[in-house]
């Protein structure tokens, strides 16, 4: 990726795919 990513927005992308990784699970 060319773009640096905002560490903000990083977590809340891993966040989120957590959460649906979580939930697949579950």
């Not at 060319?2 to 579950?26: N, R, S, T, Y």
């Amino acid at each position: 990726m060319c773009k640096p990513i905002h560490m903000e927005d990083a977590a809340i992308l891993f966040d989120k795919e957590l959460q649906g990784v979580v939930e697949d699970i579950v």
